[in-house]
């Protein structure tokens, strides 16, 4: 059973960068074709898809975010990681990482989520 | 704006079926037959409820079913339950910009 878990800093100041690690279990991160993902939900609104990255290391990204993010991953640690610079009140809300098949195209494991909050 | 368009809420008696739309265009929910399905509880993660327009997971009720007319996948809950009370929210492939759109979500309440 493939688990994923979040983790990185609650609390990011405006202006800094926003850093997540997403480490999965129970399966190799560079085996089968899935793409490894984040999406944001601010409190009490909608799911935002912010990007992904391919098990060959190529990337997409939501086009709004795009000047902002940076996904990369580390096979050697089953991790891929979340990077969002210039962080304003706006970029608060829960972060989940998730994996897509890449044969359905659809979110089959998600973490737990981790809240982030901008504030100074 | 959500790329995708979903009605805010929907509402049934228990027993009942309910339908929640999302409707996109040609480059997205009209061009591919990759739409997905997930609900979300309060506070809780969001989970796959069907794939691929009409496919359902594993462990996942057959009261769930999902179809698509052109432009608008359907999610249809037949025999609700007190439980199936949840945000759903739909998703697309997309030949546009992004390759992923989600909907803006629909609040469905049981009666």
């Known amino acids: 059973q493939v688990q994923l878990q979040e983790s990185g800093p609650g609390l990011v100041k405006p202006s800094q960068t926003l850093s997540l690690t997403c480490t999965v279990s129970g399966g190799s991160i560079s085996s089968g074709s899935y793409y490894w993902s984040w999406i944001r939900q601010p409190a009490g609104k909608g799911l935002e898809w912010i990007g992904r990255i391919y098990t060959s290391g190529s990337t997409n990204y939501n086009p709004s975010l795009k000047s902002r993010v940076t996904i990369s991953v580390d096979t050697s640690k089953n991790q891929f990681s979340l990077k969002l610079s210039s962080v304003t009140a706006a970029d608060t809300a829960v972060y989940y990482c998730a994996r897509e098949s890449a044969q359905q195209l659809a979110l089959d494991y998600w973490g737990q989520g981790t809240l982030v909050t901008v504030s100074s | 704006q959500s790329a995708l368009t979903q009605p805010a809420s929907v509402s049934g008696s228990p027993g009942q079926s309910i339908t929640i739309s999302c409707t996109g265009t040609s480059s997205d929910v009209g061009g591919y037959n990759y739409v997905s399905w997930y609900q979300q509880h309060p506070g809780k993660v969001p989970k796959v409820m069907i794939y691929?327009?009409?496919n359902r997971p594993s462990g996942v009720s057959n009261r769930f079913s999902g179809s698509k007319s052109g432009n608008t996948a359907s999610l249809t809950i037949s025999g609700l339950q007190a439980e199936d009370e949840a945000d759903y929210y739909c998703s697309s492939y997309t030949s546009s910009s992004t390759p992923v759109v989600f909907g803006g979500g629909t609040k469905l309440t049981v009666l």
């Open positions: 691929e327009v009409s």
